[in-house]
């Protein structure tokens, strides 16, 4: 049952809502505009603040999902994660386009949200505390994430969904890789 759940957490993960709302709303093809990403960000960009909106909440979902499929059948903790970075490699590698998706953000958030509401404060409060120092959204974000494994562990979890954490932040990170480059030659 567990690996049908890891399948499924992929596959939810490979829906990508920035194809479908551009192609649907916008009668075009969001991989051929902008960035090129699938994402909320270049979406909102190109389209405004209602085709961000929508592509982030339909992305952020699918993290909710997994986390909520994995309760339904009283899967553990450590199991969450996993399905939640299986979530995660299907929004960046969607077998649905290519192996070519997003960047994670809005699964990453819907999900650990879903799986421990007590981090929206530890990630909104770092993001407010880095935000006037780096003038980054990318990288107050990321910086941010950075405490949730941390805050994981003084809120008992154990070291496998530290671990767990830290492989799905690691999944984020590399595909930001070419971003932070960019911004710290900056």
Not at 16 to 40: C, P, Q, W, Y
Not at 88 to 113: C, E, Q, V
Not at 146 to 158: A, R
């Amino acid at each position: 049952m567990i690996w049908l759940y890891f399948v499924l957490s992929y596959l939810i993960g490979s829906f990508m809502f920035g194809f479908l709302v551009t192609k649907t709303l916008f009668h075009k093809d969001i991989r051929r505009e902008g960035s090129g990403n699938v994402g909320a960000r270049n979406a909102g960009r190109l389209h405004g603040k209602k085709a961000f909106v929508l592509i982030f909440l339909g992305d952020a979902l699918k993290g909710v999902l997994v986390i909520l499929i994995a309760r339904y059948f009283g899967f553990s903790a450590q199991i969450q994660l996993v399905g939640l970075g299986l979530a995660i490699l299907g929004h960046l590698k969607p077998i649905t386009l290519n192996f070519k998706g997003g960047k994670g953000i809005s699964t990453f958030i819907g999900g650990i949200i879903m799986f421990e509401p007590l981090l929206v404060f530890v990630i909104a409060g770092v993001f407010l505390v880095l935000f006037p120092f780096t003038k980054s959204f990318t990288f107050s974000g990321l910086g941010a994430f950075l405490f949730i494994p941390v805050f994981l562990l003084f809120l008992d979890y154990d070291w496998i969904c530290f671990a767990a954490a830290l492989g799905i932040l690691f999944f984020i990170f590399l595909a930001h890789w070419e971003n932070i480059k960019l911004r710290l030659r900056r």
